[in-house]
């Protein structure tokens, strides 16, 4: 064998992983010194976990005559080895290595980690061009249509593992992407492939494969897919090589090296959506004291603001606020003796504002006649009163845009006395419909934060007349903001809550930030 590094692939795991790994072993032949010996792999054993006996044979065989092939391209001989050695990955193999050793290893997934010249960069990419059809044989039939998608849907036991988490944020963009999909490719056949019930994408029409379809077809349907989605899985990422896919999609935190025509998911979602960004319109509804705007306002502006400039999105400021003749002292956050600027609002630059003074105000809104139950906050009801107050802004603001008879596609409910931390993803939008709106993932309440609300226009007039529901609302039930919100918009009005990870900290009036997600309470999707 000369000076030859011979190697195959083995393992012991899942086929899927096993598949992945032979391709990112198989490609490195004639790589630097790399000599994959198709007769040793031919010719190991085989196992892999989760499948049947019956199964396994069928996938064994699949596999042989994949690497049958690439020997025959290769007219490679048997060669005998004095000792296999499982070095499990390339770097484990010794510099000084013997010719008559034959290594396997388990995988070569992360390209960066080959420390390859550009030469052999340059090998490597032809080798996966070429040997990838071996992969495309006689056991691997086509049965999808022409013009198709295909979506592969991680749950199952996946969801019982470390993965969990990626796997819930990545399905929940899923279901962002179904409908920016069939709006893109009405004349797209859809498949899903599952081992559990994606029930998220039930909205949506789709062929489901679940998780009895044969292993081989599955395969199948994800090497010839058109748009392949991936689930997260090595099945997926090593179907993304094989095939000869328009794109290939996969999570946003995947760290495998992926064929160049790889989009993370949010960067898709965001291509998809940019054709229709120039023609929407979006309100910022703000409403309350701008108690701390001069502190809130850069950061207002860079994860709002500047997100809809950049895509070229439409949008109009409204404020309803108050003019505060007396700021109250409030020793727990140590705002004492405050000189309150009423000028702050100019700092948003609104398109339409409405200010009402606080001593007008406080005579018309009967604050005693929302007092028959007991205060949930054990506040000395100042938490009810602020609530009332709020309420009563959030009506005006909303009363506000509807008067503008402006068209518009959003409407965000926010405070102008928050410091975002999140940008704003221009994503979360395609989560709303009539009858879905979204609130953000943190300090969710009794279910619900009511310090942001997004919404389409179906529900602006709804909302702000939610005002008018407090009254009765309070003569059986405390007046608790976030309880009576989700009462009235989920158990009343039938609305579904969306959470979306959008995060930002209360700002006082002397600048002193509150950690809100110190007590981070993230919403289980």
Not at 205 to 223: A, C, H
Not at 444 to 454: K, S
Request: charged share 20%.
């Amino acid at each position: 064998m000369n000076n030859k590094i011979s190697i195959i692939q083995h393992g012991v795991d899942g086929f899927g992983h096993q598949l992945h790994g032979l391709f990112s072993v198989l490609i490195l032949h004639n790589v630097r010194d790399y000599y994959f010996d198709s007769h040793a792999y031919c010719n190991k054993s085989f196992e892999f976990q989760h499948i049947t006996t019956e199964e396994s044979n069928i996938m064994k065989k699949y596999l042989i005559e994949s690497i049958q092939q690439f020997k025959k391209c290769y007219n490679q001989i048997p060669f005998r080895y004095k000792c296999t050695v499982h070095a499990h990955e390339l770097h484990n193999i010794p510099d000084t290595c013997c010719p008559d050793t034959l290594y396997s290893i388990d995988n070569a997934y992360y390209f960066d980690q080959l420390d390859l010249s550009y030469k052999e960069q340059q090998l490597h990419k032809k080798n996966i061009e070429h040997y990838k059809h071996f992969f495309s044989n006689k056991y691997l039939i086509n049965r999808l249509n022409q013009n198709n998608i295909v979506i592969h849907v991680r749950l199952g036991d996946a969801m019982e593992t470390e993965r969990k988490d990626s796997i819930h944020s990545y399905n929940s963009k899923l279901k962002i992407l179904m409908e920016k999909i069939t709006t893109k490719f009405p004349d797209h056949t859809i498949y899903v492939h599952s081992d559990g019930n994606p029930d998220f994408l039930n909205d949506y029409n789709y062929v489901f494969f679940g998780k009895n379809t044969p292993l081989i077809n599955v395969l199948s349907d994800l090497v010839y897919s058109k748009i392949l989605i991936c689930g997260n899985s090595s099945l997926s990422l090593v179907a993304a090589f094989l095939g000869n896919h328009e794109v290939v999609i996969v999570n946003d935190d995947n760290t495998n090296s992926m064929p160049s025509n790889t989009k993370k998911i949010s960067e898709y979602i965001g291509e998809l959506s940019q054709a229709n960004y120039k023609h929407m319109k979006i309100a910022l509804a703000f409403w309350g004291i701008s108690r701390s705007l001069k502190y809130t306002i850069g950061s207002i502006q860079d994860k709002i603001i500047n997100v809809l400039k950049s895509n070229q999105i439409t949008y109009h400021v409204f404020m309803h606020t108050y003019k505060i003749n007396k700021h109250k002292d409030n020793i727990l956050s140590e705002e004492i003796n405050i000189e309150y600027d009423n000028n702050d609002y100019k700092l948003l630059n609104p398109h339409f504002i409405e200010i009402e003074d606080e001593d007008e105000v406080k005579e018309k809104l009967r604050f005693d006649e929302y007092k028959h139950m007991y205060d949930a906050w054990n506040s000395n009801y100042r938490n009810v009163d602020n609530f009332i107050w709020a309420l009563h802004s959030k009506r005006k603001v909303c009363q506000l845009v509807i008067n503008s008879e402006i068209d518009y596609d959003y409407i965000m409910i926010l405070r102008p006395d928050m410091k975002y931390i999140t940008e704003f993803d221009l994503a979360w939008l395609s989560k709303i419909s009539n009858d879905v709106i979204c609130v953000p993932d943190f300090h969710v309440f009794w279910n619900i934060n009511d310090r942001f609300f997004l919404m389409n226009s179906s529900n602006l007039s709804l909302f702000g007349n939610l005002f008018y529901a407090l009254l009765n609302y309070s003569k059986t039930n405390p007046a608790h903001s976030e309880s009576f919100y989700y009462h009235h918009l989920v158990n009343l009005c039938n609305l579904k809550i969306d959470y979306i990870p959008f995060h930002f900290n209360r700002v006082r009036v002397n600048g002193i930030e509150s950690n809100d997600l110190e007590s981070y309470q993230k919403q289980t999707f």
